[in-house]
């Protein structure tokens, strides 16, 4: 599949997704989205990957918003096609059964900072800002920011920064729970890799059903959240890597995994 928006790059179970429209600071067009769901989809087959990270191209931007030039030409009707078709992306990316990092470096604006927060583990460079902008244009988060960013940083949090429109830097970010670190920029990419390689050497469906459990269980009275846990960690015990992984502690070996 050859893309006009995105780079994609596969190394040692790792997939890399580089939003590449560096001009307009990795804006996403409607066709960028389109691209970025069918990589997604295309992880999703792939066994091969463990871990996906998510970036844009430059050192200046992650992705500034969604098109602005593109959404001037928008009605009502295409705007709902737009905000689904981003809908989809950031429910797609949730429900990949391997985590996904996003490695914010620069701005993390509008449908930016929503597709950010749609990954598992977001971690950002020392110029990184976050925002969700779209009241400055007379427009609303359409990208899941709403819900997404009240979960991560509280409803109160969420409400000023999205009725101001105010950016925050890297530092502030972490301090609310937005981002999990601040790298600097030239170390960002190693940083992501690492915690990507690192998860990479685990046990891939106690990593899935742990992604699974976490989200699921967040919207869950806790009695049922840990009834889902216990039903994930006894299914477990069925797997082929479960009992490799305690006889390589118990034999003093490393564990070699295969997903099974
Ligand atoms: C289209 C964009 C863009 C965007 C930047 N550019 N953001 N183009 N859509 N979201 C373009 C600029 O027009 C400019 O193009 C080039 O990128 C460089 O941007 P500058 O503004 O010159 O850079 P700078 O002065 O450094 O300012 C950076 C910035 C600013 C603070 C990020 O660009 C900005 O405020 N951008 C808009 C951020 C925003 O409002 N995002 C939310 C969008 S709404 P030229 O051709 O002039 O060089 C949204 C809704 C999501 O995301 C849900 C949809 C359903």
């Given at each position: 599949?050859?893309?006009?928006?995105?780079?994609?790059?596969?190394?040692?179970?790792?997939?890399?997704?580089?939003?590449?429209?560096?001009?307009?600071?990795?804006?996403?067009?409607?066709?960028?989205?389109?691209?970025?769901?069918?990589?997604?989809?295309?992880?999703?087959?792939?066994?091969?990957?463990?871990?996906?990270?998510?970036?844009?191209?430059?050192?200046?931007?992650?992705?500034?918003?969604?098109?602005?030039?593109?959404?001037?030409?928008?009605?009502?009707?295409?705007?709902?096609?737009?905000?689904?078709?981003?809908?989809?992306?950031?429910?797609?990316?949730?429900?990949?059964p391997?985590?996904?990092?996003?490695?914010?470096?620069?701005?993390?604006?509008?449908?930016?900072?929503?597709?950010?927060?749609?990954?598992?583990?977001?971690?950002?460079?020392?110029?990184?800002?976050?925002?969700?902008?779209?009241?400055?244009?007379?427009?609303?988060?359409?990208?899941?920011?709403?819900?997404?960013?009240?979960?991560?940083?509280?409803?109160?949090?969420?409400?000023?920064?999205?009725?101001?429109?105010?950016?925050?830097?890297?530092?502030?970010?972490?301090?609310?729970?937005?981002?999990?670190?601040?790298?600097?920029?030239?170390?960002?990419?190693?940083?992501?890799?690492?915690?990507?390689?690192?998860?990479?050497?685990k046990g891939p469906l106690a990593v899935s059903q742990a992604k699974k459990v976490i989200a699921a269980g967040s919207?869950l009275?806790l009695q049922a959240a840990n009834a889902l846990e216990r039903q994930a960690f006894a299914a477990l015990f069925g797997s082929?890597d479960q009992?490799?992984g305690?006889?390589?502690?118990?034999?003093?070996?490393?564990?070699?995994?295969?997903g099974?």
């Amino acid at each position: 599949m050859a893309y006009q928006n995105l780079l994609i790059d596969h190394s040692d179970g790792i997939a890399t997704i580089t939003i590449n429209r560096p001009k307009s600071l990795n804006a996403l067009s409607t066709a960028t989205v389109a691209e970025l769901n069918l990589a997604v989809e295309g992880v999703d087959g792939d066994r091969e990957v463990k871990a996906l990270i998510l970036t844009g191209a430059g050192y200046k931007a992650f992705v500034a918003g969604a098109d602005i030039s593109e959404m001037t030409r928008m009605g009502t009707p295409a705007a709902l096609t737009f905000s689904e078709l981003g809908h989809r992306l950031c429910d797609a990316l949730e429900a990949l059964p391997i985590p996904t990092i996003a490695a914010v470096n620069g701005f993390a604006l509008g449908g930016g900072c929503e597709l950010a927060m749609a990954c598992d583990l977001v971690y950002a460079s020392e110029n990184a800002q976050f925002g969700q902008p779209e009241v400055n244009l007379a427009v609303i988060p359409g990208f899941g920011g709403t819900s997404r960013l009240a979960r991560r940083v509280g409803p109160h949090k969420a409400r000023e920064l999205i009725f101001t429109g105010d950016r925050i830097d890297a530092k502030t970010a972490a301090a609310l729970g937005l981002a999990l670190a601040v790298l600097p920029s030239d170390g960002l990419m190693a940083h992501c890799r690492a915690v990507a390689q690192k998860i990479a050497a685990k046990g891939p469906l106690a990593v899935s059903q742990a992604k699974k459990v976490i989200a699921a269980g967040s919207d869950l009275p806790l009695q049922a959240a840990n009834a889902l846990e216990r039903q994930a960690f006894a299914a477990l015990f069925g797997s082929l890597d479960q009992k490799e992984g305690m006889a390589a502690f118990l034999e003093k070996r490393p564990a070699h995994f295969q997903g099974r």
